[in-house]
Protein backbone atom coordinates (compact mmCIF):
# COMPACT_ATOMS: atom_id res chain seq x y z
CA UNK A 1 0.00 0.00 0.00
CA UNK A 2 1.17 3.59 -1.10
CA UNK A 3 -0.16 5.73 1.88
CA UNK A 4 1.33 8.75 3.39
CA UNK A 5 2.40 7.87 7.39
CA UNK A 6 0.33 6.48 9.45
CA UNK A 7 1.63 6.82 12.84
CA UNK A 8 1.29 10.33 15.16
CA UNK A 9 -1.07 11.39 18.01
CA UNK A 10 -2.91 13.87 17.70
CA UNK A 11 -0.85 16.24 15.33
CA UNK A 12 -0.12 17.31 11.43
CA UNK A 13 -1.88 15.71 8.61
CA UNK A 14 -1.79 12.04 8.05
CA UNK A 15 -3.89 9.19 6.17
CA UNK A 16 -5.09 5.90 7.30
CA UNK A 17 -6.89 3.51 5.67
CA UNK A 18 -9.80 1.95 6.77
CA UNK A 19 -12.99 -0.16 6.14
CA UNK A 20 -16.33 1.49 5.02
CA UNK A 21 -18.21 -0.29 8.33
CA UNK A 22 -22.34 0.95 6.38
CA UNK A 23 -22.81 -2.57 4.59
CA UNK A 24 -21.84 -5.67 3.47
CA UNK A 25 -19.59 -4.49 0.44
CA UNK A 26 -17.09 -3.08 2.86
CA UNK A 27 -15.40 -0.70 0.82
CA UNK A 28 -11.53 0.27 1.39
CA UNK A 29 -11.35 3.70 2.09
CA UNK A 30 -8.83 6.32 2.70
CA UNK A 31 -9.23 8.85 5.35
CA UNK A 32 -7.42 12.06 5.65
CA UNK A 33 -6.51 13.24 9.54
CA UNK A 34 -5.59 16.75 10.24
CA UNK A 35 -4.82 16.34 14.06
CA UNK A 36 -7.70 14.19 15.83
CA UNK A 37 -10.37 15.08 13.35
CA UNK A 38 -11.27 13.50 10.16
CA UNK A 39 -11.37 15.50 7.38
CA UNK A 40 -11.18 13.51 3.80
CA UNK A 41 -12.82 10.37 3.11
CA UNK A 42 -11.69 8.66 -0.67
CA UNK A 43 -12.03 5.12 -2.06
CA UNK A 44 -8.65 3.51 -2.09
CA UNK A 45 -7.74 2.28 -5.11
CA UNK A 46 -5.08 -0.21 -3.30
CA UNK A 47 -7.95 -2.03 -1.38
CA UNK A 48 -8.13 -5.42 -3.48
CA UNK A 49 -12.28 -5.60 -3.73
CA UNK A 50 -13.57 -1.68 -3.85
CA UNK A 51 -10.13 -0.35 -5.79
CA UNK A 52 -10.78 2.75 -5.27
CA UNK A 53 -14.54 2.76 -5.69
CA UNK A 54 -16.91 3.84 -2.42
CA UNK A 55 -21.14 3.47 -3.03
CA UNK A 56 -22.94 6.92 -2.48
CA UNK A 57 -23.80 5.55 0.86
CA UNK A 58 -20.05 5.74 1.72
CA UNK A 59 -19.79 8.87 0.50
CA UNK A 60 -22.26 10.53 1.98
Do not use: N, Q, Y
Not at 19 to 29: K, M, N, R, V, W
Not at 34 to 60: L, Q, Y
Request: net charge positive; glycine share 16%.
Amino acid sequence: MSHASRTGTGTGTRTAPRICPLCEATCGLTLTIEGTTVTGARGDRDDIFSRGFICPKGAS
